[in-house]
């Protein structure tokens, strides 16, 4: 028996039957792969968004990928904007940064890209905003630190007053929309109908969106397969794919070819596919954001929590 939708009838622009997009992190990209999805995207009339790191490399990173340091990269990510694709912010740098540092990196995407970022999400820095423990609460954070054996306890203080990473009066200011929780499923809304929501326990970031699986080339792959896709479109529903480009999807300087398929085969269909704030404005506009109550924020935190632990989810 199919599960009843935990959300109303929603009717997209244009006539659409489902929007559909993506949050790709830069997290190992580089630029010749940069242009091969996004030209490819592109032609097939996807319209999505891409998290970049404005500051170049000062110390030693954690990830690899370009940054907007990159004046060739840079330049391509202007022309992608051009073309209707969001630029997002994926924090400052590939390695941790500091307060003046974040600040610094907002100011240059400002002048890169002729505004403030409206979407972020979180990349594993000291300054990532509620990351690590602090996504969840109660019973949830133990059970979070039991299994990650404690590791990111002290790690992330974007959040934290005081500490010289921390941020959070300038995301709140500057930042519209920042992703949190990742579930294993197509239909984000399903998931998330109360998106985009604000939490007061969080105050920092205004407006929380969640994101369907696809971190890297085989979950993205498994999470739009046909029937998934068939079903998203058959629920009205939404999905905002987190991936990252970087990891999977490009082979011997070509384009997967089951990758090709999925995105040929979902284009073909009649969804409506916007950048995610473009997405998160018109779902604002349509039912309102939601500020989450205790009961709420539990069942997502549970929801999550068992996903992560049993799939590994972000």
Not at 26 to 51: C, E, K, M
Not at 86 to 108: C, G, K, M, Q, W
Request: hydrophobic residues 35%; charged residues 25%; proline residues 5%.
């Amino acid at each position: 028996m199919t599960k009843p939708l935990p959300y109303g009838p929603i009717q997209w622009p244009e006539s659409r039957r489902f929007a559909f997009t993506i949050f790709d992190d830069p997290d190992g990209q580089s630029l010749s792969v940069t242009r091969l999805v996004y030209s490819f995207l592109a032609d097939l009339g996807f319209r999505t968004s891409i998290g970049v790191w404005p500051l170049g490399i000062r110390r030693k990173v954690n990830s690899g990928g370009e940054t907007c340091a990159n004046h060739d990269y840079r330049s391509f990510l202007q022309e992608l904007q051009q073309k209707g694709f969001e630029i997002a912010f994926h924090n400052a740098a590939p390695h941790s940064s500091t307060r003046e540092e974040v600040i610094e990196s907002l100011d240059l995407f400002r002048s890169y890209f002729g505004s403030d970022p409206m979407a972020m999400a979180n990349h594993y820095n000291t300054d990532a905003m509620y990351w690590g423990p602090a996504r969840v609460g109660g019973w949830r954070r133990a059970v979070y630190n039991l299994a990650t054996g404690g590791r990111n306890q002290k790690s992330f203080f974007g959040h934290v007053e005081g500490h010289s990473s921390f941020w959070g009066d300038v995301c709140r200011d500057r930042i519209r929309y920042c992703r949190n929780f990742v579930y294993a499923d197509i239909n984000t809304l399903r998931m998330c109908p109360w998106m985009p929501y604000s939490d007061p326990l969080r105050p920092y970031v205004h407006y929380w969106y969640a994101g369907s699986e696809g971190a890297q080339g085989g979950a993205f792959l498994r999470t739009l397969r046909n029937q998934h896709q068939d079903r998203l479109e058959a629920e009205g529903g939404v999905c905002i794919m987190y991936t990252h480009f970087g990891h999977g999807f490009v082979e011997n300087g070509k384009l997967t070819a089951e990758f090709q398929r999925v995105m040929q085969r979902l284009a073909a269909k009649n969804g409506w596919f916007v950048p995610v704030s473009g997405l998160l404005d018109f779902l604002m506009k349509t039912k309102g954001p939601a500020v989450l109550d205790d009961k709420v924020r539990r069942r997502l935190e549970t929801r999550w929590l068992r996903e992560k632990l049993s799939r590994r989810t972000s």
